[in-house]
């Protein structure tokens, strides 16, 4: 089983370098963390008494791995989730912040277990993972890839200027599906024909 670093270290090779797309309500970011995250925590690398663009250039892999760990796993409590849907549901996290979580719990309701959609991991949503994991785990972790997927789907529908992540240039999986599919097991993929369906009503 990966550590929880080990994981952070494939979310940020995952997330790639430096971009500042203006699409994205992130901003600036690099290997996955935003400038406003940087802000959040005060992160001036360079030394010039504010956080901006120079400061995200200059963030390197180990410093993004500590961020993730400690802001995007620690801080959020996803350790009491069962542990085959942990990957998932940090890589999730680092991608849309709570929301990751509302999916979990959103599918847990589905299921038929009472739990608040907060975005936010207690004993409530620990245990009705928990119990949901049983006795086959894996079917838990591919319900939850779906519905991420599935919620990738539909921000996309709403918003035509993240298509581009969802649908490459050529027409093909995007790299949120793409993304999410990492996570699903292989008879869950979309084959093309079904992503070609999907997004037949996109411009």
Do not use: C
């Not at 203006?22 to 940087?38: E, F, L, R």
């Not at 319900?143 to 990738?152: D, L, P, W």
């Amino acid at each position: 089983m990966q550590t929880v670093r080990q994981i952070a270290t494939q979310i940020v090779t995952r997330e790639g370098g430096f971009v500042d797309d203006p699409d994205d309500p992130g901003g600036a970011t690099k290997y996955g963390v935003t400038i406003h995250t940087m802000r959040r925590l005060g992160l001036d690398l360079s030394g010039d008494g504010k956080v901006n663009r120079e400061d995200v250039r200059l963030l390197n892999k180990s410093q993004a791995v500590d961020i993730f760990v400690t802001h995007y796993f620690k801080g959020p409590r996803l350790g009491l989730l069962p542990r085959n849907l942990q990957s998932s549901l940090f890589d999730m996290y680092v991608n849309s912040g709570a929301q990751a979580v509302k999916i979990l719990q959103i599918l847990l309701r589905d299921m038929g277990y009472s739990v608040n959609v907060d975005g936010v991991v207690g004993p409530q949503t620990a245990n009705a993972a928990q119990k949901a994991s049983r006795p086959e785990p894996v079917a838990l972790k591919d319900a939850y890839g779906v519905a991420r997927r599935n919620y990738y789907f539909r921000l996309a529908d709403r918003r035509p200027s993240a298509r581009k992540y969802a649908r490459t240039r050529a027409g093909g999986k995007g790299g949120w599906i793409r993304r999410a599919e990492e996570f699903i097991s292989p008879v869950y993929h979309l084959s093309d024909a079904e992503f070609q369906t999907r997004v037949a009503g996109w411009d």
